[in-house]
């Protein structure tokens, strides 16, 4: 394919994505395929003679979209949003485009710098303290990592070599394999499976501290954690608050946790993967007070900020932090402008090496939505899951099972965890809306997530009908059999 043939496909990809996305909504949201539904469909191996452009296109109707699952459905209510937006794909042509490694400035400078940028913009958006922002001369400063699970493990490893080198110096005679024997780690009850995944890849030990009535994590219980693990002779040294959990987006309690974790010399991380994108709307920036005790925080722009995946921002008090942790130096990949203090070499910040230019999305949609636009997109998702729970609430069969915050409604029928797994069954089953379960304490719960940028109150209307209808059958169908018994 020569540029006068990638100018013509382009234009006639990019016609049949708009397509894709302006009449998704008549697309079934979820597939009918079985497991292994494609490998018949295509050949054994790769062709030897190149096969044209057309062929391909004609294949992607064929075998690609009948086995996708469409997250961009206004009709997509599972998880948590994936953010998209047409200034968000345009940047990401570019970025593939353009083809640079960034991982140091001497790679691609605009690369890192506009990261740099973009990142005191969104920290500025959110209103987080000074001291998390690069600045001019700042000792912060935020990264862009692949996603929250990433984030997470980056503090969780920059927090296990502070805290190493800090007992080496205190105590000599210890041995890293013994420090590490006594590392813990804690998180709520309800964190993200990642935050676990992460104390394994570290080989550190992780305690789940529980939630209270709301399912948030307050001062008084990681405190008795805490103070049971010390006199047992085990280090504390990592605690990931959760803000907008994923069964309920519930919120642990900052301004009790952030002291007692600055007290005890434990590196807090904050992972706010889906509801850090609410803090750009005033009433809601709240929910992240106490921020100023964290070392580390995260969210997602992927998620809920029109920004398409991948794209998670992370910032740090202290970059030397991370760069003590992960800094390495072959001649290869010196340059002569690292030891000027004005640059940033962001492979010291993360896992991979390798990195895409992903602050192009950032900065192509914060100018072009604008923060007052940006703002409008969080506050109608949130005034649709409010409009659903005065849905669920008017029908007495129906129970809400969590505080509705944000865009994420928790509900059941009332009754037995089969009831409610034969309901979700039955949703799912009829593929005309997507839902995902959760378990609350130990109730079976419906998670109703607010996730299409082209949601629109009609699709909350259709899809409390639809459930309603089959949670009528349902009950038609248990009364019957529980006669018949």
Known sequence: MDAAEFRKRGKEMVDYVADYL?????????????????????????????????????DIEKIIMP???????????????????????????????IGCVGFSWAASPACTELETVMLDWLGK?????????????????????????????????????????????????????????RLVAY??????????????????KIKNVPSDDTFSVCGSALKKVLDEDKAAGLIPFFFCATLGTTPCCSFDKLLELGPICNKENIWM??????????????????????????????????????????????????????????????LYLQHHHQESGLVTDYRHWQIPLGRRFRSLKLWFVLRMYGVKGLQEHI??????????????????????????????VCFRLKGSNELNEALLKSINDAKKIHLVPCHLREKFVLRFAICSRTVESTHIKFAWQHISQLATDLLKTWEQNNHQQ
């Open 125 to 181: 958006m959110v209103n987080l303290p000074e001291e998390f922002l690069a600045g001019k001369d700042g000792q912060g400063g935020g990264v862009i990592q692949g996603s929250a699970s990433e984030a997470t493990l980056i503090a969780l490893l920059a927090a296990r070599t502070k805290i190493i080198r800090q007992v080496q110096s205190e105590k000599p005679e210890l041995t890293e394999t013994e420090i590490m024997g």
């Open 269 to 330: 991380h904050i992972d706010a993967a889906y509801a850090g994108s609410a803090f750009i709307c005033p009433e809601f920036r709240h929910l992240l007070n106490g921020v100023e005790f964290a070392d580390s925080f995260n969210f997602n722009p992927h998620k809920w900020l029109l920004v398409n995946f991948d794209c998670s921002a992370m910032w740090v008090k202290k970059r030397s932090d991370l760069i003590g942790a992960f800094k390495l130096e072959p």
């Open 187 to 204: 998180a709520s009850d309800q964190a993200h499976s990642s935050v676990e995944r992460a104390a394994l890849i570290g080989a550190v």
């Open 67 to 97: 086995g996708v699952t469409h997250w961009h459905s206004p009709y997509f209510f599972a998880y948590f949003p994936a953010a998209s937006s047409f200034p968000a794909l345009l940047a990401d042509m570019l970025c593939g485009g």
């Open 22 to 58: 302006e009449k998704i909504e008549k697309r079934q949201v979820f597939p009918d395929v079985e497991p292994g539904y494609l490998r018949p469909l295509i050949a054994d191996c790769a062709p030897q003679d190149p096969e044209s452009f057309e062929d391909v296109f004609k």
């Open 379 to 408: 506050r109608k998702h949130i005034r649709l899951s409010h409009q659903f729970e005065h849905l669920v609430l008017q029908d007495e069969r129906f129970e809400i099972c969590a505080e509705v915050v944000l865009g994420l």
